[in-house]
């Protein structure tokens, strides 16, 4: 399978992720197979612009953000959709993980 078409389910999968939800990485390639949370995370930092996903939703298996640069953006991005994090910066991911089928 070639990269764009790996990238282009990525998309298709993160677009899914509900509102006042999150998805960690390797949840997102569990989803899309024969991927890593590495892949998914290429895939999203090369989203072109046109392409308008949640991409704020998909954080890293600690529930952490693993975004520094936007780590500002996508904190308050979470927190406008009711997602709170502990002392630690960290989701409860029991809480808000996206419960995928």
Known sequence: ??????????????????FGRVATYGQIAKIVGNCT???????????????????????????KISLVALEDLQRKLLESEGIIFDNSGRVNLNKYRWNAQ
Not at 1 to 18: A, C, G, H, R
Not at 41 to 56: F, M, N, R, S
């Open 1 to 18: 399978m070639e990269t764009n078409s790996i990238y282009q389910n990525i998309y298709k999968i993160v677009q899914l992720i509900p």
């Open 37 to 63: 949370a590495r892949m998914v995370g290429y895939a999203l930092a090369a989203t072109p612009e046109d392409i308008k996903i949640p991409w704020h939703r998909v954080i890293n298996s600690q529930g």
